[in-house]
C-alpha cells in the first residue's frame, strides 16, 4: 500500500506512462504508399535561406521559392507519408511524454554540441497524446512531411516538418 503523497504522485505517472505506452503499441497504424527516406538525403545540398523582411510568422511555401535551393526529387516528397531514422531532441513535453520534438542526424546536435544546418533537422509534431522521450537512441519516425521554409519572429525555425503518428526505437 502506498503511504505519502510522493509515492502517490510517482505511482500516478507511471499509470499514465503505461496507458500512453499501451495506445501507441495498440494503435492500428496504416500508412498508403510510405516512403523511406534519410536525413542526409534531406540535406545533401547547399541551404542558406534569406531573412524575411517581416518579424511575423512567415511560412514560404510557394514552389518556385522552393525549387530556387531544394532539388526537385525532395520536393516531391513534400506532403507525402515517410519513415526516417535520426534523434530525438524534445522541445516540448510533459514529463516523459513527448509532443514536440527535432528529429537531429546525431546525438551532437544539442545545445552542447554542433548546430546542425538548416536542413539537417526536421521539426516533429506528434499526433495524439505525445511519444515517449528517447534519449540517445536512435529512432524511426512514421509521418507525414512538410516542406515549407518557416520563420517565427525574424528567426528561422524550420524547412522540415513532421506530423508524428509513430516512433519505434532503433531501426538504423
Request: charged residues 25%; contains cysteine; negative net charge.
Amino acid at each position: 500500500m502506498l503511504k505519502g503523497r510522493s509515492e502517490r504522485i510517482v505511482m500516478k505517472s507511471l499509470i499514465k506512462l503505461l496507458a500512453l505506452a499501451a495506445t501507441v503499441v495498440s494503435a492500428p497504424f496504416a500508412i498508403a504508399e510510405e516512403m523511406t527516406i534519410n536525413l542526409s538525403d534531406l540535406s545533401a545540398f547547399e541551404y542558406q535561406p534569406e531573412v524575411p523582411e517581416s518579424e511575423d510568422r512567415v511560412v514560404r511555401s510557394d514552389k518556385d521559392y522552393l525549387l530556387s535551393f531544394l532539388p526537385e526529387e525532395i520536393l516531391k516528397l513534400d506532403k507525402k507519408s515517410i519513415s526516417i531514422t535520426g534523434y530525438m531532441m524534445p522541445i516540448k513535453s510533459d514529463g516523459q511524454v513527448v509532443q514536440e520534438f527535432l528529429l537531429v542526424p546525431n546525438t551532437m546536435a544539442c545545445c552542447y554540441g554542433v548546430m546542425p544546418s538548416y536542413n539537417e533537422f526536421i521539426y516533429v509534431k506528434m499526433s495524439g497524446a505525445g511519444a515517449l522521450a528517447i534519449d540517445n537512441v536512435p529512432i524511426t519516425l512514421y509521418g507525414k512531411l512538410s516542406i515549407e521554409e518557416t520563420w517565427e519572429n525574424g528567426f528561422f525555425s524550420h524547412l522540415y516538418e513532421i506530423r508524428g503518428q509513430k516512433v519505434e526505437i532503433g531501426k538504423f
